[in-house]
Nanobody, 123 residues
Framework: QVQLVESGGGLVQAGGSLRLSCAAS????????MGWFRQAPGKEREGIAI???????WYIESVKGRFRISKDNAKNVLDLLMNNLKPDDTAMYYC??????????????????WGQGTQVTVS
C-alpha cells in the first residue's frame, strides 16, 4: 500500500517562504519520478516541479528561481522549498509518484500515487 503525506502548508505573506514535505511509505524514491503539483479553485491541476530517480529536476516557468525540489532517497522524504511567494501561488499542493527508470512527465494522469494535499495561501 503506497501512502504519501504532505505537510508544511499554511498562510504566508507575499514575499515569504514555506517548505513543504512529502513522506512516503510503500515506495522508494530512488525508483520513482516524484512531482509537486498544485490546484487552485476553479483551475486544472498542474505540475510545478519534478525530480527523477537520479536527482535531475525540472520546473514550470512561473516558479523557476523561486522554488526548489529536493529529495532524500534514504528517508523517502521529498521537499519543496518555496521562496518569494506570490498570491498566484495560492493553491492546494500535492506530491505524487510515478515508477520510472528515469523519464518523467508533467501531466497528473501519468502519476500513480497521490497525497491528500496541503493548503498554501499567500496574502
Amino acid at each position: 500500500q503506497v501512502q504519501l503525506v504532505e505537510s508544511g502548508g499554511g498562510l504566508v505573506q507575499a514575499g515569504g517562504s514555506l517548505r513543504l514535505s512529502c513522506a512516503a511509505s510503500g515506495i522508494t524514491y530512488s525508483s520513482y519520478c516524484m512531482g509537486w503539483f498544485r490546484q487552485a479553485p476553479g483551475k486544472e491541476r498542474e505540475g510545478i516541479a519534478i525530480i527523477n530517480t537520479v536527482g535531475t529536476t525540472w520546473y514550470i516557468e512561473s516558479v523557476k528561481g523561486r522554488f526548489r525540489i529536493s529529495k532524500d532517497n534514504a528517508k523517502n522524504v521529498l521537499d519543496l522549498l518555496m521562496n518569494n511567494l506570490k498570491p498566484d501561488d495560492t493553491a492546494m499542493y500535492y506530491c505524487a509518484a510515478r515508477r520510472s527508470i528515469g523519464n518523467c512527465y508533467w501531466t497528473p494522469e501519468r502519476y500513480d500515487s497521490w497525497g491528500q494535499g496541503t493548503q498554501v495561501t499567500v496574502s
